[in-house]
């Protein structure tokens, strides 16, 4: 036994073309496209532009991308860091959160130099 298209049209009356929907349904399937399109329009933009930090480098690697875009953005002055972000689809708490992991990184390294013997 078929199951009927929740969405299927109805004629109104013979005759005319006006269409009786099931305005829940038909509005959830729309929003539902809109959202998958955009998301693979996003994906799509997002591949293009790791593949632009990958060749900036020269290596196809996600990892040295990463790295690319973060010394890219470093470099940006503060005011323009989110600018930058919105520009290359980059995710500005994600940025931030490396520049922090750096610093503390940093910071290890300088605190353990003394107790290795090395300058």
């Known amino acids: 036994m078929m199951q009927a298209d929740p969405i299927k049209p109805?004629?109104?009356?013979?005759?005319?073309?006006?269409?009786?929907?099931?305005?829940?349904?038909?509005?959830?399937?729309?929003?539902?496209?809109?959202?998958?399109?955009?998301?693979?329009?996003?994906?799509?933009?997002?591949?293009?532009?790791?593949?632009?930090?990958?060749?900036?480098?020269?290596?196809?690697?996600?990892?040295?991308?990463v790295v690319?875009?973060?010394?890219?953005?470093?470099?940006e002055r503060q005011d323009d860091k989110y600018q930058f972000c919105k520009q290359n689809l980059l995710g500005a708490k994600t940025l931030q959160g490396m520049g922090g992991l750096k610093r503390q990184l940093l910071e290890a390294e300088a605190c353990t130099r003394p107790l290795l013997g090395s300058t």
């Not at 690319?68 to 470099?75: I, L």
């Open 68 to 75: 690319a875009a973060y010394s890219a953005w470093d470099k």
């Open 10 to 65: 109805k004629l109104k009356a013979p005759g005319t073309k006006r269409l009786k929907l099931k305005s829940d349904e038909l509005l959830a399937n729309f929003a539902l496209t809109c959202n998958l399109r955009r998301y693979d329009e996003e994906r799509q933009k997002g591949e293009e532009n790791r593949q632009h930090w990958a060749m900036k480098c020269g290596v196809s690697s996600d990892h040295i991308s």
